[in-house]
């Protein structure tokens, strides 16, 4: 059973907005590195945005960045990833998951929360 419940996903015309959530247990998001991947139809998964573990440094894949924003709200035990002037290239399934230190590679994420559609289409 997934420790991570994600929601938020949806269709949204060029240029709107969406806010994926990723709410998983205490105990992972005190320690671990949190990102968000995303997987377009026929290609691999492509690592978007991480918040580190202990601090609240983020990082973003170039293609999002400026228009993704990820952060952190221990008190309800979700990590976010607001999306704003999506584009048609954003179109994929959404996942999160939890690592040691934040990697695009997702081999070293150890755990996974099951994806949330995300289309941009107009």
């Known amino acids: 059973q997934s420790q991570f419940v994600t929601s938020g996903g949806g269709v949204v015309h060029p240029g709107g907005s969406l806010r994926v959530s990723c709410t998983l247990s205490k105990h992972i998001l005190d320690v671990a590195a949190i990102m968000w991947f995303r997987q377009a139809p026929g290609l691999n998964q492509e690592g978007v945005s991480c918040?580190?573990?202990?601090?609240?440094?983020?990082y973003y894949v170039d293609s999002v960045k400026g228009r993704f924003t990820i952060s952190r709200d221990k008190s309800k035990n979700t990590v976010y990833l607001q999306m704003n002037n999506l584009k048609p290239e954003d179109t994929a399934v959404y996942f999160c998951a939890s690592g040691s230190w934040c990697s695009w590679d997702p081999r070293d994420s150890t755990s996974w929360g099951p994806g949330t559609q995300v289309t941009v289409s107009s």
């Open positions: 918040i580190g573990s202990t601090d609240e440094n983020t």
